[in-house]
């Protein structure tokens, strides 16, 4: 077979298919310039499969005949596909015997797209899974092969349910591919009235919208963690406030805010050595932000932020928009 990944979700992906079946290549982004001193990004497939002995393509384009066609020779029985970030064009998905298999990170045909482990946790789900599909033209539209359940975490972020999820994948694989070979599996359609999408993160989808209510503000915090970092901004007249403030933890208070209040109103509240922050969200909740990062800073509990920085006693963030034009993002 011939595998194609990129993110930390394929690897262990990879390792299974090598555990069980000959790899014949391993198709990853090519490497990109990163950070500051624009060094080529190696991605983690790419390494793994050096280690493993595995041959490396690195195509810029693979819908370009010249960049697929060598995967065809020999002809693999299977593509597998995790986490890849191209589209594969309809004759690729056509070369293999039994099919191009797909390893997605969420039950089909909810989530379709780049991030659905990420956009579950923002929309408050409270369960998701791994689903082994056919690909076909579409993004994400093939027939389901195989799916497998798990309740999402209570305070799990992004981070860290994709990399639970990513060994449920490689398993669900295992077993999708000898199903495949045995003439187990019978492919079903997706449904496509109950289909949504989960597009690919930008930094303003971070942004905190107050108009929501707390609950559904600390599952973005969630989310949105290790990255790209939910935000808000400070009113630009707010004295001595920093513009930026990533959120990295955070957590709906049991209280209610004022009907009176306007959402992303905050305030000071606590003793002077254990000082917190409120802010009014929608449908009367509070939000609590607990470990904080203001611009240039290293991230903080929120009392020791408090306790270093001239922030009024009462005071309002940024709506979404607002803070997204504020910060660039």
């Not at 589209?87 to 039994?98: C, D, E, F, K, Y």
């Not at 973005?220 to 406030?241: K, M």
């Given at each position: 077979m011939v595998f194609l990944g990129t993110s930390a979700f394929a690897e262990p992906v990879l390792q299974a298919l090598d555990a069980h079946h000959e790899v014949l290549a391993a198709v990853t982004q090519p490497d990109r310039p990163a950070g500051r001193g624009h060094r080529p990004r190696v991605s983690r497939i790419k390494r793994l499969a050096l280690e493993l002995g595995i041959p490396v393509r690195q195509p810029e384009r693979i819908r370009r005949?010249?960049?697929?066609?060598?995967?065809?020779?020999?002809?693999?029985?299977?593509?597998v596909v995790a986490d890849y970030g191209q589209?594969?064009?309809?004759?690729?998905?056509?070369?293999?015997?039994?099919g191009a298999v797909n390893v997605h990170a969420s039950l089909l045909p909810e989530l379709?797209?780049?991030?659905?482990?990420i956009w579950a946790l923002a929309r408050g789900h409270r369960r998701t899974g791994v689903t082994t599909m056919l690909m076909d033209a579409g993004l994400d539209t093939g027939p389901i092969l195989l799916q497998r359940k798990t309740a999402i975490r209570e305070t799990e972020t992004g981070g860290e349910l994709?990399?639970?999820l990513a060994p449920m994948g490689a398993e669900l694989l295992i077993e999708t591919l000898a199903g495949l070979a045995g003439g187990r599996i019978t492919?079903?359609?997706?449904?496509?009235?109950a289909a949504t999408l989960a597009p690919r993160i930008r930094k303003a989808d971070a942004a905190l919208d107050w108009d929501?209510?707390?609950?559904?503000?600390?599952?973005?915090?969630?989310?949105?963690?290790?990255?790209?970092?939910?935000?808000?901004?400070?009113?630009?007249?707010?004295?001595?406030?920093?513009?930026?403030?990533?959120?990295?933890r955070a957590a709906a208070a049991s209280g209610s805010a004022a009907s009176t209040v306007p959402p992303g109103s905050f305030r000071v509240s606590g003793s002077r050595r254990a000082p917190c922050l409120e802010v009014a969200c929608g449908a009367g909740t509070t939000f609590r932000p607990l470990e904080v990062q203001a611009?240039?800073?290293?991230r903080l509990p929120i009392a020791d932020f408090l306790r270093g920085n001239a922030i009024p006693p009462n005071g309002r963030f940024a709506g979404a928009a607002e803070a997204v034009r504020l910060t660039g993002a």
């Open positions: 005949r010249s960049a697929w066609e060598p995967l065809a020779d020999p002809v693999p029985d299977v593509l589209i594969l064009s309809a004759r690729l998905l056509a070369v293999p015997r039994l379709r797209g780049a991030a659905p482990a994709l990399a639970r492919p079903r359609p997706q449904d496509e009235d929501l209510g707390a609950p559904a503000l600390a599952d973005r915090v969630r989310a949105f963690s290790p990255a790209p970092v939910a935000f808000t901004a400070f009113q630009p007249e707010t004295p001595g406030g920093a513009t930026l403030l990533r959120i990295h611009a240039g800073r290293q």
